[in-house]
């Protein structure tokens, strides 16, 4: 994608959940780990789940998740280069993607990208609904035939997010006892509430981890570009609609 000189590309984040410290960390850590020609720009969901963790909570963040993009489209008289689903669950990815002239990726589509690159991975969440939600969700996107297994702790994402530090050692137990088990060359810790874990934890695990959150901050630049148009009409003000 071209850009005049001297203009920043423009990265929307979304937050599928109604919580809106998590939006700012994880805009944080995609901003830390973006190229420095990028600007980052977060949306909150304004409804649905506090933290999603279960199979409705998770449908309503698919329809909250354009909501999003919508609201963010009606405000702004350019859209942005790239968008970001800060979910590990992806929801709503591909209805976004038929809708936006701009590369979309979610933490899930974008740690397998990644993971990909190294051979055979496990993923490691929080909250025990997760692995069968994962189950079902992974056939759809690229890459999932390499992972092995799913892993959860009884943590879940919020409470993660809410005490990091309390979280380590869970998180570290699990990450050595897939080390110890799992024939895999990465480890994704999933979930927007996970941002920065992998960090926290990697000096301790020979097994190397792979942070979703960063990694959608570099793979939604290479992610396939939209198949749809632009705005369609139902989503836009009556103001901006074309007579």
Not at 205 to 232: K, N
Request: contains cysteine.
């Amino acid at each position: 994608m071209s850009h005049p000189p001297g203009r920043q590309r423009r990265l929307l984040v979304i937050n599928p959940n109604t919580t809106g410290s998590i939006t700012e960390r994880v805009q944080q850590a995609i901003h830390a780990e973006s190229p420095p020609d990028v600007w980052t720009e977060a949306v909150t969901a304004r409804f649905g789940a506090p933290y999603i963790g279960d199979p409705c909570g998770y449908a309503v963040a698919a329809h909250a998740t354009l909501e999003s993009w919508a609201r963010h489209s009606n405000q702004r008289a350019l859209g942005p280069d790239g968008i970001v689903i800060a979910c590990f669950g992806d929801p709503g990815l591909l209805a976004l993607r038929e809708l936006a002239d701009c590369p979309v990726t979610g933490l899930a589509e974008a740690a397998l990208a990644q993971a990909a690159g190294f051979g055979r991975s496990a993923i490691l969440t929080g909250g025990q609904a997760w692995k069968p939600m994962l189950e079902r969700l992974l056939p759809d996107l690229a890459h999932a035939d390499r992972v092995c297994g799913i892993e959860t702790v009884e943590l879940s994402g919020a409470q993660i997010h809410a005490d990091p530090q309390a979280a380590e050692a869970v998180l570290l137990q699990a990450c050595q006892r897939i080390e110890r088990l799992w024939p895999v060359d990465s480890l994704i810790l999933g979930g927007a509430g996970l941002a920065g874990m992998a960090a926290r934890l990697q000096g301790r695990l020979g097994l190397r981890l792979i942070d979703s959150v960063a990694a959608a901050a570099h793979q939604v630049w290479l992610a396939p570009p939209s198949l749809g148009h632009g705005t369609p009409p139902w989503l836009l003000q009556p103001s901006q609609r074309s007579s």
